[in-house]
C-alpha cells in the first residue's frame, strides 16, 4: 500500500511524505504507483522550477520502501501559490485514494 503522509503546521500544508509499494500490478506496469508518481512530480517541479522555490525533496530508494519527503521553506516567496499547487496535490492523492482505496492511504500529520 502507498501511504501519503500530509505535513500540516497550523493550517499550512508544509510538505508531504510519500512511501511504498501499491501492489496493483506488476512494477512497470503499476497504474496506481505511476499516478502518484506524477502527483508528486508535478508538486515538486512546479513549486521548484516554475515559482523559484527551494523546497527540500530527499528520495530513500530503499527496495522494500522507498519514500519520497518533500519539506517547505519556513517561508516561500509565494506563499499562495505553492499553497495552491499542495492543495491540487492533496486534491489529486485523495481522488486517487477514493478510486483505489485498497492501495493508498492519504492521513494527515
Known sequence: ?????????????????????????????????ASVTTAVRFAECTINDVLGN?????????????????????????EDAVQAVLGGFVLTVCALRDDYPDYIEVMEV
Do not use: W
Not at 8 to 24: A, K, L, P, T
Not at 54 to 78: F, I, S, Y
Open 54 to 78: 527551494h523546497c527540500r525533496c530527499k528520495v530513500d530508494e530503499n527496495k522494500d520502501m522507498p519514500r519520497v519527503t518533500l519539506t517547505l521553506p519556513a517561508v516561500c516567496d509565494d
Open 1 to 33: 500500500m502507498i501511504k501519503v503522509e500530509l505535513f500540516d503546521q497550523n493550517g499550512r500544508i508544509s510538505g508531504f511524505s510519500v512511501s511504498g509499494h501499491s501492489g496493483y500490478a506488476e512494477v512497470g506496469s503499476d497504474i496506481v504507483c
